[in-house]
C-alpha cells in the first residue's frame, strides 16, 4: 500500500502543481519543471521514510530483513522517475484542460484495482488472459511485485520486468518534456 500511495499522491500533487503556483508563475521567471521535481523529491521521501515503518512491521511480526532491501532504493528511483515522467504531461494539459485533474483522480481511482495493491496476482492466474495481462503488464504492478519480493519474499526481483520498467520511465520522461515545454509558453496567459 505504501508504494501505490508514493505513486497516487505525488501524480495527483504533480497534475494541480503548475495551477496551484499560478501566482509564482505569473511574477517570476524559473524552471517550471522544478515545481514538478519537488513535488517527485517530496513524495520519495515521504515514501523512504514510510518504509522504515515497513521495516519495523517485519522485524514485528517476524518477516525479518534481507539483503535484498538494497534494490529498494532503486526500484523506488524506477518510480520516481515513472512518476516524473507523468506528471510532466498532466500538470502541462492541466493548465489548458481545466478538469483534467478530476479525469486522473478517477482513473488512478481505477487503477488501485487494476494493480495488485490488497491482492496477489497470482490469484488472476486462472482467469480470463486478457484481465491477467492488463494487470501483469502494468508497470505499477511490475514495480509493487519488486517490492514485495524485497521486504516480504528475501528474493531478488524481476531484473529484466525492472529494465523494461525503468526503460520505460525514460521513454515517458522525455515525451513529457517535449510536451512539457511545447504548452509551457502559453501557461502564464492560461493562468
Not at 538494497?70 to 526500484?75: E, S
Not at 524485497?150 to 526503460?167: E, I, K, R, S
Request: proline share 3%; glycine share 6%; aromatic share 14%.
Amino acid at each position: 500500500l505504501i508504494p501505490w500511495t508514493f505513486f497516487l499522491t505525488t501524480v495527483s500533487q504533480g497534475t494541480t502543481a503548475i495551477k496551484a503556483n499560478a501566482g509564482i508563475l505569473k511574477k517570476v521567471y524559473f524552471p517550471r519543471e522544478i515545481l514538478l521535481f519537488s513535488q517527485v523529491c517530496s513524495g520519495w521521501v515521504n515514501f523512504m521514510i514510510s518504509c522504515i515503518i515497513i521495516l519495523i512491521f517485519c522485524l514485528i511480526f517476524g518477516v525479518g530483513i534481507s539483503v535484498q532491501l538494497i534494490v529498494v532504493p532503486l526500484i523506488s528511483l524506477i518510480e520516481g522517475m515513472l512518476i516524473l515522467g507523468i506528471i510532466y504531461i498532466l500538470s502541462a494539459i492541466n493548465v489548458y484542460v481545466q478538469d483534467i485533474e478530476y479525469i486522473v483522480q478517477f482513473i488512478l481511482n481505477m487503477l488501485f484495482y487494476g494493480t495488485p495493491v490488497l491482492y496477489s496476482l497470482s490469484q488472476f492466474s486462472g482467469a480470463n488472459r486478457i484481465l491477467y495481462s492488463l494487470i501483469a503488464y502494468n508497470p505499477i504492478t511490475i514495480l509493487i511485485d519488486a517490492y514485495r519480493d524485497c521486504f516480504l519474499y528475501h528474493v531478488w526481483p524481476n531484473w529484466l520486468a525492472l529494465a523494461t520498467v525503468a526503460c520505460l520511465s525514460v521513454v515517458v520522461i522525455l515525451v513529457g518534456r517535449v510536451i512539457f515545454h511545447k504548452l509551457e509558453r502559453g501557461f502564464a496567459e492560461e493562468l
